[in-house]
């Protein structure tokens, strides 16, 4: 069956710096991959989209990268300030409504 | 806005006891899903529905059905609640094309005493 691993339950950095999210995954082959925030007691709110076909994309401070060799997704926030202080949650899709999700990662930036 | 209402934000029930919890968007979105994320195992699917009257079931569907008697409305059923049905409880809902975004709604947490 499929598994997806996303890094470090908790991630701590400063304000500032730059803040790198993985995704791996196995046993599987995306068409997509999406990106949501989590704030505690919230439900996700969608971040990013990136398709099989697409190396990089950006949204202000968000990067994404998808390499389907490697099997991995890298999540990037530039310049993190302590707003972006939430858990983070990549998921894979396919056609159809499956979507499957990692545990996601908790970010604390501090100030 | 955009919206996903989940009829409850806190439950608590006892065994054996027959729950009920609801969802509405106001999106016209055709496909409607219930997760249920619990710490360690993350996001999983329960049921998911394509159009009204229509459902699939998603990776964990025992113990639970669904109800979908309008667009809007997308019903989570636990027939006899356990314990190992406490959790966090996520609708949420997305237009019909592939690789669309899902709105979620706040959650439902529901404790089984």
């Known amino acids: 069956s499929q598994k997806i691993e996303q890094n470090s339950e908790a991630l701590n950095i400063q304000e500032g710096k730059t803040a790198t999210l993985t995704c791996n995954y196995t046993?599987?082959?995306?068409?997509?991959l999406q990106w949501y925030r989590q704030d505690p007691g919230r439900g996700p709110v969608f971040l990013l989209l990136?398709?099989?076909?697409?190396k990089e994309k950006r949204k202000e401070r968000l990067k994404v990268t998808f390499d389907t060799t490697l099997k991995q997704s890298l999540f990037h926030i530039t310049a993190s300030q302590p707003a972006d202080s939430a858990t983070y949650l990549c998921?894979?899709?396919?056609?159809?409504?499956?979507?499957?999700f990692g545990t996601g990662t908790s970010l604390t930036v501090i100030p | 806005d955009v919206k996903v209402t989940q009829s409850s934000r806190y439950l608590v029930k006892r065994t054996g006891e027959k729950v009920f919890l609801e969802c509405v968007q106001d999106m016209d979105h055709e496909n409607m899903f219930w997760y249920r994320q619990d710490p360690g195992l993350g996001l999983r699917l329960i049921y998911f529905?394509?159009?009204?009257?229509?459902?699939e079931k998603g990776d964990i569907p025992e113990g639970y059905s669904v109800s979908r008697e309008k667009k809007e409305r997308f019903s989570l059923i636990l027939e006899s609640a356990s314990t190992n049905q406490t959790s966090m409880y996520l609708c949420a809902s997305r237009m019909g094309q592939v690789a669309g975004e899902l709105f979620f709604g706040e959650g439902s947490r529901l404790t089984v005493l």
């Open positions: 998921a894979l899709g396919r056609t159809g409504n499956q979507f499957y």
């Open positions: 046993n599987y082959s995306p068409a997509y």
């Open positions: 529905s394509y159009d009204v009257k229509m459902k």
């Open positions: 990136i398709r099989e076909n697409e």
